[in-house]
């Protein structure tokens, strides 16, 4: 079984920064992809990041403002988020799965339960 927690969601005035931990236990392999999707209320879970050995991939909405990036040692995956806008506010959920790099939630097989991120105007 594989376990993923993530931690660092918060409060932030718009054009403010976060930057969200996920850490993984178990079973994890670092063989795997991470992501990171969020949820905001009465809307579907979209893609936000993903990272593996060889791919890095940014949803239109964040590119030049997130960074995705890991640790290999800690089984941990990070997102850095600046220039923080009140259309960021939502649950963040850390995710992994098997294979490629992929901007569908379906894909991926483990989930962390999510850290509320909230961007004041």
């Known amino acids: 079984q594989v376990q993923l927690e993530e931690s660092g969601g918060g409060l932030v005035q718009a054009g403010g920064s976060l930057r969200l931990s996920c850490a993984g236990s178990g079973r994890f392999s670092n063989l795997y992809v991470l992501g990171w999707f969020r949820q905001a209320p009465g809307k579907e879970r979209e893609f936000v990041a993903a990272?593996?050995?060889?791919?890095?991939s940014y949803a239109d909405s964040v590119k030049g403002r997130f960074t995705i990036s890991r640790d290999s040692v800690q089984n941990t995956v990070y997102l850095q988020m600046n220039s923080l806008e009140p259309a960021d506010t939502a649950v963040y959920y850390c995710?992994?799965?098997?294979?490629?790099?992929?901007?569908?939630?379906?894909?991926?097989?483990?989930w962390g339960q999510g850290t509320q991120v909230t961007v004041s105007s």
């Open positions: 990272i593996s050995g060889r791919e890095i």
């Open positions: 995710a992994a799965r098997l294979g490629r790099v992929s901007d569908y939630a379906s894909y991926y097989r483990y």
